[in-house]
């Protein structure tokens, strides 16, 4: 048996948005459960997202670190970011994103890998791509503000970042799954047998 994740949706009687944000909202479905009961289930919808794991030609990793009200903590992630537009391709808002948060370019894009951040409360999809053959980027730097204004950019060893999320001193869920991922598919098939980067993404279709 192949085990992989399947598409499936039930029946949903009634939906409510209660909330509407700027990038988000939150809806409200009665859904019917196996034996027809109905039970009311509160989600988040989310424009889904992107983030970059950058690695350089010394086997470091670009990172930033930046604050995150809802945990009260200043995490260190890797640049990310929300897909703004629907239907956008993600590998061009990773691009985006790598350009405005690190002002860096990369020749070689790959999926890394696809999660749902939190599917028990939350729509979000996340692709996670693998961005080599670094470079700094052309032009001026992009305007940061708000939080991104404090903002601090470094390059780390893969190992240094794999001991830190190990030892939970590391807990943004991108750069938890990409540096795990990553030490994966380097002890596995290699790098260059992942998938490439206009792969299909069902839980965010986009045009290629």
Not at 79 to 90: H, K, Q, R, S, V
Not at 105 to 121: F, N, S
Request: glycine content about 8%.
């Amino acid at each position: 048996m192949t085990i992989k994740d399947t598409a499936e949706e039930w029946e949903v009687t009634a939906t409510a948005t209660p909330f509407e944000g700027k990038k988000t909202s939150v809806r409200t479905d009665d859904v019917v459960m196996p034996g027809g009961t109905v039970a009311r289930r509160d989600y988040q919808v989310h424009p889904g997202s992107v983030a970059v794991l950058a690695l350089d030609d010394l086997g470091r990793v670009l990172v930033i670190r930046q604050y995150r009200h809802p945990v009260r903590h200043k995490l260190w992630e890797i640049p990310a970011g929300l897909l703004d537009i629907p239907g956008e391709n993600p590998l061009h808002a990773a691009q985006r994103e790598l350009y405005e948060e690190a002002h860096v370019k990369a020749e070689d894009w790959r999926v890394l890998t696809d999660v749902y951040t939190t599917p028990g409360g939350s729509d979000e999809a996340v692709r996670v791509f693998l961005a080599r053959d670094l470079s700094e980027a052309d032009g001026r730097r992009f305007e940061v503000t708000e939080e991104e204004a404090d903002m601090e950019l470094r390059r780390v060893p893969l190992d240094e970042l794999v001991r830190g999320v190990l030892a939970g001193e590391l807990q943004n869920n991108c750069l938890v799954v990409g540096v795990l991922s990553l030490v994966a598919a380097q002890h596995g098939d290699g790098l260059d047998a992942l998938r490439p980067a206009e792969a299909p993404w069902p839980a965010r279709p986009f045009e290629v």
